[in-house]
């Protein structure tokens, strides 16, 4: 027996699609036609995407009364003219660019695209991409560009560590830091014309002074001219690139922390859990926010942040590799480096981890336990006044079917050849 349905229901009355570049877009708007009819009506207009032009756009849809303005993710394209409209009271959607995809076989123009993407928000076959509240958005461009700075400071001391390499300089086989006090020390002498191994190996401080005889023949090859001008001088640029950078991160640390005033307490909560820091917290609510409501359950913040596998079934049966596929590289670096220090811990998510890694891997382990973090950062952030409780690193040897372990243990003995008789203790 078939249910009815009702399409004309189903159907937004007034939609806007825009199709956008970097120096114009194209809009589409649908609004019913006038008389009662059924019919609809469409207007396709051009616009640039300068802030006068983009003003004027938002009031002729608000003049129109459109409930809902529809766009790609194209680059970066996209956010000047959501936050735009998202400021002059509009509804604007951020989609993803694979779910409109136009149908094979037809031209594809802008308009013709805009078009399109219209007709398929009307009809509400859309899913709107979580695009944060600006202060949120203010937070993410900081701890971004913080991250962005850190990968460039490494990438700079790699260079460092490169260049007395190829100067015969073996600081870095004696050092496990080169850039600490006392490796700074003799980088700073070798600059100033230093290049007696003796006095450069004496520079060590604290624990570094027990390596002074392997220091000096770190140094060896500098009498033989091994370190030369060129050496010198590069040397002094990428230390002070490093100086730079470090004094940007000190500006940003006292940034962030002004911004993450509002969501002090979203911090402690996540500070509770092991792996993760002030540091970590913050990188965390910048990507995910702190209203979970966008969110229905832990599951979809798993799924929206792809840690959750992918599911393609047909005929019955599971195909592909159940990957998890690409989602916030940024929330996924912190989560992983988060999961790594819990895996360290003598705590349920250490053994959770220790336990996974033995089995499948370091890398699965990592996954899971991401994800299981992301569960409980899910509950913490949607009660303000839940806390995290550790279940223990004994959780799985107190809650283990015991039945389970005999048999397991009983098997695997009669694997190696024994006989097995089991006796109750008394």
């Known amino acids: 027996m078939f249910a009815s349905s009702v399409d004309e229901d189903q159907i937004i009355a007034r939609v806007a699609a825009l199709d956008i570049g970097k120096a114009e877009l194209v809009c589409c708007v649908r609004v019913p036609a006038s008389g009662g009819s059924k019919r609809r009506v469409q207007e396709v207009t051009t616009h640039t995407t300068m802030t006068r032009s983009l003003s004027e756009l938002a009031n002729r849809l608000l003049d129109l009364g459109v409930d809902r303005v529809v766009m790609e993710a194209t680059s970066d394209y996209w956010k000047p003219v959501f936050y735009l409209l998202e400021a002059h009271g509009l509804d604007p959607w951020l989609v993803n660019a694979r779910d409109v995809k136009h149908l094979p076989g037809r031209p594809k123009t802008d308009v013709l695209d805009a078009v399109w993407l219209c007709k398929v928000a009307e009809r509400q076959m859309l899913r709107p991409s979580f695009v944060p509240p600006r202060p949120i958005r203010v937070l993410r461009d900081l701890t971004r560009y913080r991250i962005d700075l850190v990968a460039a400071r490494t990438a700079e001391k790699n260079r460092v560590e490169k260049l007395l390499e190829g100067a015969c300089v073996k600081l870095s086989v004696v050092a496990s830091d080169i850039f600490g006090v006392s490796g700074r020390a003799m980088m700073a002498a070798l600059i100033a014309g230093e290049r007696d191994p003796k006095v450069l190996a004496d520079l060590a401080k604290a624990r570094m002074r027990a390596k002074i005889k392997i220091l000096e023949e770190a140094f060896a090859g500098l009498p033989a001219g091994g370190f030369g001008e060129h050496h010198r001088f590069l040397l002094q640029r990428m230390l002070g690139r490093i100086d730079a950078i470090d004094a940007d991160i000190g500006l940003l640390d006292a940034q962030i922390e002004a911004h993450l005033a509002p969501f002090d307490q979203a911090v402690q909560q996540l500070d509770e859990m092991p792996g993760i820091g002030p540091v970590a917290a913050a990188i965390i609510i910048a990507e995910i926010g702190v209203d979970m409501s966008r969110f229905p359950t832990a599951g979809?913040?798993?799924?929206?942040?792809?840690?959750?596998?992918?599911?393609?079934?047909?005929?019955?049966?599971?195909?592909?590799?159940?990957?998890?596929?690409?989602?916030?590289?940024?929330?996924?670096?912190v989560l992983g480096e988060a999961a790594v220090m819990a895996g360290r811990s003598d705590t349920f998510l250490g053994d959770r981890?220790?336990?996974?890694?033995?089995?499948?891997?370091?890398?699965?382990?990592?996954?899971?336990?991401?994800?299981?973090?992301?569960?409980?950062?899910?509950?913490?952030?949607?009660?303000?006044?839940?806390?995290?409780?550790?279940?223990?690193?004994?959780?799985?040897?107190?809650?283990?079917?015991?039945?389970?372990?005999?048999?397991?243990?009983?098997?695997?003995?009669?694997?190696?050849?024994?006989?097995?008789?089991?006796?109750?203790?008394?």
């Open 300 to 333: 979809h913040l798993c799924s929206w942040a792809k840690f959750s596998p992918g599911i393609t079934s047909s005929a019955g049966k599971s195909k592909g590799s159940g990957s998890t596929g690409h989602g916030n590289r940024y929330l996924a670096r």
């Open 353 to 426: 981890y220790r336990r996974i890694a033995r089995r499948r891997g370091k890398k699965k382990a990592i996954v899971a336990v991401g994800r299981s973090m992301l569960v409980i950062i899910w509950h913490l952030l949607s009660e303000p006044q839940t806390h995290f409780h550790d279940l223990g690193a004994d959780h799985y040897a107190r809650t283990v079917n015991t039945e389970t372990r005999k048999r397991n243990h009983v098997r695997q003995l009669e694997a190696l050849g024994y006989r097995v008789t089991l006796e109750s203790a008394a």
